[in-house]
Each structure stands twice: as C-alpha cells, then as structure tokens.
C-alpha cells in the first residue's frame, strides 16, 4: 500500500494492491485486488480479481469477481457484476449483475441491470438486452438481442434462428424504411 491513508482501515483482504490518496480505504473481504488512483477502492466490499484504475474507481462496489474498470468514477457502485470491462468516466457506474460486457465510452451502460454478453460503445450508450452490440449514443446501430429506442440500424435474430434487418431514418420531411424490421417503442 502506498499513499497517503492508502489501505486505511482496510481488513480481511489478501493479495491486493492499493497506491494512490485513500485507495483501498475501507476496503474488506476482497482476494487479489488492486486499487490505482485517487480513493480508487475505497469501500469496496467482498470483491475478487478486480482491478480499479482512476480517480474514485470501483467506490462502494461489492461482490465484483474479474471486473477490470479503467478511468475517474468508473464502476461505482457496482454490484454482482463478473468479467466484465468498463473503460471511461462513470463508465459501469450503479450495475447490478451484467456479466461479460464490455462498456466504453463516458457513462457508458451506466445503471444497467442483469444484462450478459453484450456491448456499447459511446458517450451515454446503454444496453437494455442480452447479447447485444450498441454503437452510439442514440443506438445508431444496434446488432443481436432487441431495442428499445429508435436505432438508424437494426439486426436482431428471431426466435426461429432467422436475421429480421431493417434501416430506418427519420428525416425533417418524412420517414425512410427498409427491411422487415418494426421498431417497438
């Protein structure tokens, strides 16, 4: 431990790293974690093989297993969450039992809930389904699993294994559709 208040009060944990003002403080019960940054840890509970880097990373997160979280207030308040990436600001921040997702992006999946195998990439994107792939803020391009907001691109497999697409644009004078794909608000 390293740092001023670095690993204070921490207790019950093994094999971790903590370096940074206050990283690590009041962290417990975690196994194989490491804690870079500016109160980068801090309070996390009950956590194995995670890593949190940045400024208030991984703060007040418990029973992450495998998590890494990369920049400032990334993964915070996290819950339940396995193998998954979270890279930028608040990126992660507040999910609860999302496992094997990729988030980046600012905010990115930020409050998701019990989504798995999926991914969004962008300032703000959110997942609302399993086994989905969003690009954009606006769900510009969606693939896999379903959508709940106006995606420009949308390619989502059926229940009989077949792929229904569709390209929608909503225009100031008119909408363009193509494809067998109905956007359901």
Known sequence: MQGYAAGY??????????????????????????????????????SMRAIFIGSSAGLNSSKDTSLIGIGPSVAGQTTNDIYSVFIGSSAGSITTNCQYNVFIGCNAGKQNKSVTNSVALGSYTKVDADNTVVLGNQADVVVGGTCSTNAAIVLSKNGAGQFNGGISYVAPLGDISMGSYTNKP
């Open 9 to 46: 009060g921490a207790y019950q944990s093994q094999y971790g790293v903590s370096v940074g003002y206050q990283a690590g403080k009041y962290s417990s019960s975690n196994l194989q974690t490491v804690f870079l940054g500016y109160s980068a840890g801090e309070n996390v509970v009950n």
